[in-house]
């Protein structure tokens, strides 16, 4: 690899603190050429897909945020085209997050990002994400406007919660949207969830509609009355018309819960 390494700052946010033990620098002059060639064949396998069925803000912020096919991202490449669009950081984390500082991180406008990439018996397949889920799954999202809005406002919306009830139907909110999203574009159903974005399983069970598959118009009320089970493909899913609702939504989601 004969791309220059852009360093990451030394890793302190004063406006964190249950999240400030798990920032890390990412290394990436670490990464193996084996660890880059896993990158570009999850990479390659889901572009074709992602070109028909993924919807146009996430293919713009693919470019946006500069990925690349051939290797694995730097963080602080990807923040520094990232952050004067939106405010948004892709922040490098040693792994999994408790809620409150993953709510911290979020309203912050800091996404919490793995920097470990999975092994090439795990290519379908990570029961934690790392960070071919985290950047190529959710981080061109951040690119757009008012899903970088809304992102904000759902983590200091769930920050402020106290109650486990109202926490939990508030990550029916993140599942049904952030995770495992479809948006009316041009007539069809694309696909802007990480979950789906990331996974070629999970898309395919969407674009040629699997057995079981529900696609219903959002509606706030039965998104935070669905139970969701993660063991398998997701029989329900709720198809916005724009990203504005789902902005709408959280206000709503806010007013109705705190």
């Known amino acids: ?25 990412q290394d990436w002059a670490a990464y193996t050429s084996e660890q880059h060639s896993i990158w570009t064949e999850l990479v390659t396998r889901r572009m074709p897909q992602l070109e028909q069925h993924a919807c146009s803000a996430y293919l713009e912020g693919f470019e946006q945020i500069g990925l690349q096919v051939d290797q694995l991202p730097q963080l602080a490449r990807v923040s520094a085209r990232l952050q004067p669009r939106t405010g948004w950081n892709s922040t490098p984390v040693s792994g999994f997050l408790p809620s409150d500082a993953f709510f911290e991180m979020l309203a912050a ?16 397949y990570t029961p934690e994400p790392d960070i071919f889920h985290d950047v190529f799954g959710h981080v061109p999202m951040h690119a ?4 970088a809005d ?31 999203g479809v948006i009316h574009e041009a007539g069809k159903i694309k696909v802007y969830g990480s979950g789906l974005i990331s996974s070629h ?40 018309e724009s990203f504005d609702q789902i902005y709408e939504a959280a206000k709503e989601a806010e007013s109705r819960l705190t």
């Not at 757009?144 to 899903?147: E, N, S």
């Open 150 to 180: 809304f992102l904000e406002h759902y983590g200091k919306v769930c920050a402020s919660l106290k109650s486990a009830e109202a926490l939990e139907r508030m990550g029916r909110l993140f599942w049904f949207t952030v995770e495992f």
């Open 144 to 147: 757009h406007p008012v899903f």
């Open 201 to 240: 399983g999970e898309c395919t069970h969407v674009v040629e509609r699997g057995a079981g598959l529900e696609i219903r118009e959002f509606n706030l009320d039965q998104v935070l009355h669905t139970v969701v089970d993660v063991s398998k493909m997701q029989p329900v899913l709720y198809a916005i």
């Open 109 to 124: 406008r800091k996404f919490p990002t793995t920097t470990w990439i999975r092994s090439r018996d795990a290519m379908e």
């Open 1 to 25: 690899m004969s791309t220059p390494v852009v360093e990451s700052p030394k890793i302190f946010s004063p406006e964190l603190v249950a999240a400030q033990p798990y920032l890390i620098e």
